[in-house]
Structure formats: C-alpha cells, structure tokens
C-alpha cells in the first residue's frame, strides 16, 4: 500500500501540500487557540507540516497517518528537524480506517475528504477519534464563483457542479451534519498560485532529469496543460479552506 510515485515527484520538496502558505497554517493554529499538552491526530497528514510545526509553536503532541512511505519518511525527517520527535509520530497506513488508542482534543483531514466518500463520511471517521468537546477540522474546496459551463467544471478537477458547495452551501453542510463552524482559515489566489506553480517548477526540473522515464509523457503533457488550466479555471473558480468544526 503507497501512493502513486507521480504524487511524489509532483510535491517534490513541497512541505505543505495544499494551497496554504506557512503564515496561514500558523493563523489557523493561533485561531483554534491550541495549548501545550493537547494531542491531535491528522489523518492524511502528508509531510506532517502541520503537526511537526504545531507541536514546536504550540506545545501539542500527536500522531499522522499517510498512505506514502516517502511523505512519513519526510515527515519523521522535518520532526527531527524541528526538534520534536519526541512529541509526534507518524504511521504509514490507511487513513480511513485508523483508530488512535486514545480520543483526541483536535482531529484533522485537511484536503483528503475522499477518505470518507465526502465531507460528511469523513467528520464520521474523524469523530470516532476525538474526545467529548473535541475539535474537528476539515480542509475542503468550494466553488468561489459558478461555473458558467462544462468546461469550467473539469477545468477544476470536478465532474459535475454538484462536487463542490459554495462556502455558503458547504457552513450548511456542516450544520446539517450537527457541527457548529467555530474558525476557519481560507486560501486566497496567492496561496493557489504557490501550491500549483511549485509543482510546475518540480515537473520541469524532474523532466530534466529524467528525459526516458516512463512518467516522462505524462508530466510532459500535465507541464503544458496545468498552467493554462490554472490561471483560466482553478484560480478564479475553486476556493479552498480549513474549517474548524465542534459538535452542537
């Protein structure tokens, strides 16, 4: 069980690996006011950014669960890095079906809502993890603008309009699954733009490198076809945030 190699080749030496910058992953700590000694769990953790940098600034302790073997090596890596390995682990496994051995004050999938068949499945399975007055959080896309045709549905990596809510439509959501939203911090077009343009500077170095591999055709394709994607569709169509959640 691992993650496909082009996922990896894609991050490269990306630590946070979703269209938030370092200053927001440290607004969204501040904001759900987190405390020395309590533990959270994030499940599709990848590089453990956010749980190895929280644990410096915030005194937390916690565990990440992953499906790559390279994004929990880098993780353990960055956790020694920042001198807290002795405060968070990380577990190569399936995130959907991991169970800590004690309930959790913050329970956290940011990005990997199809562990959980959506957004409602998934506050299912991080719920099971956390204790009574916990906190959940989610990272999650949402339609910033309608798209106005099929093509700006695809552009955005959806199948239909109905894949995403509007930020409205998705606080709703929420409320009907029984939370109240507490906090959020959301992506802007700067922070979309950092996250999708890093990934085109790793596939052109990495196509450098690697003329002949198999993956070379592929990368070579998504090099030529993700920028325009991206300044036509993703920036101006497709919002992007972590929603901190609690049980009513």
């Given at each position: 069980?691992?993650?496909?190699?082009?996922?990896?080749?894609?991050?490269?030496?990306?630590?946070?690996?979703?269209?938030?910058?370092?200053?927001?992953?440290?607004?969204?700590?501040?904001?759900?006011?987190?405390?020395?000694?309590?533990?959270?769990?994030?499940?599709?953790?990848?590089?453990?950014?956010?749980?190895?940098?929280?644990?410096?600034?915030?005194?937390?302790?916690?565990?990440?669960?992953?499906?790559?073997?390279?994004?929990?090596?880098?993780?353990?890596?960055?956790?020694?890095?920042?001198?807290?390995?002795?405060?968070?682990?990380?577990?190569?496994?399936?995130?959907?079906?991991?169970?800590?051995?004690?309930?959790?004050?913050?329970?956290?999938?940011?990005?990997?809502?199809?562990?959980?068949?959506?957004?409602?499945?998934?506050?299912?399975?991080?719920?099971?993890?956390?204790?009574s007055g916990g906190m959940l959080l989610v990272g999650e896309p949402y339609w910033r603008r309608t798209p106005p045709d099929e093509a700006t549905v695809q552009?955005?990596?959806?199948?239909?309009?109905?894949?995403?809510?509007?930020?409205?439509?998705?606080?709703?959501?929420?409320?009907?699954?029984?939370?109240?939203?507490?906090?959020?911090?959301?992506a802007d077009q700067d922070s979309w733009d950092r996250y999708a343009a890093a990934h085109w500077l790793n596939l052109s170095r990495w196509l450098d490198d690697?003329?002949?591999?198999?993956?070379?055709?592929?990368?070579?394709?998504?090099?030529?076809?993700?920028?325009?994607?991206?300044?036509?569709?993703?920036?101006?169509?497709?919002?992007?945030?972590?929603?901190?959640?609690?049980?009513?």
């Open positions: 069980m691992d993650l496909d190699r082009s996922h990896v080749v894609r991050e490269g030496d990306l630590r946070i690996l979703n269209p938030f910058d370092a200053g927001k992953l440290a607004t969204l700590g501040r904001a759900i006011r987190l405390r020395p000694g309590m533990s959270l769990l994030d499940l599709c953790c990848g590089k453990g950014e956010l749980l190895c940098t929280w644990a410096r600034e915030h005194g937390i302790s916690g565990t990440g669960v992953d499906i790559s073997t390279a994004f929990t090596a880098a993780a353990r890596e960055r956790a020694a890095d920042l001198g807290v390995a002795d405060r968070v682990r990380f577990v190569h496994g399936d995130a959907a079906t991991y169970v800590p051995a004690e309930p959790v004050d913050v329970a956290a999938c940011v990005g990997a809502t199809w562990i959980g068949g959506g957004v409602p499945g998934t506050l299912e399975i991080l719920e099971r993890a956390l204790r552009g955005c990596y959806a199948t239909s309009p109905e894949d995403f809510h509007d930020l409205p439509g998705l606080v709703e959501l929420f409320q009907e699954c029984g939370f109240d939203l507490v906090e959020m911090v959301l690697n003329p002949d591999d198999d993956l070379a055709p592929r990368f070579r394709v998504e090099l030529t076809e993700d920028p325009v994607r991206h300044v036509r569709y993703v920036r101006e169509y497709l919002g992007w945030g972590v929603f901190a959640l609690r049980r009513r």
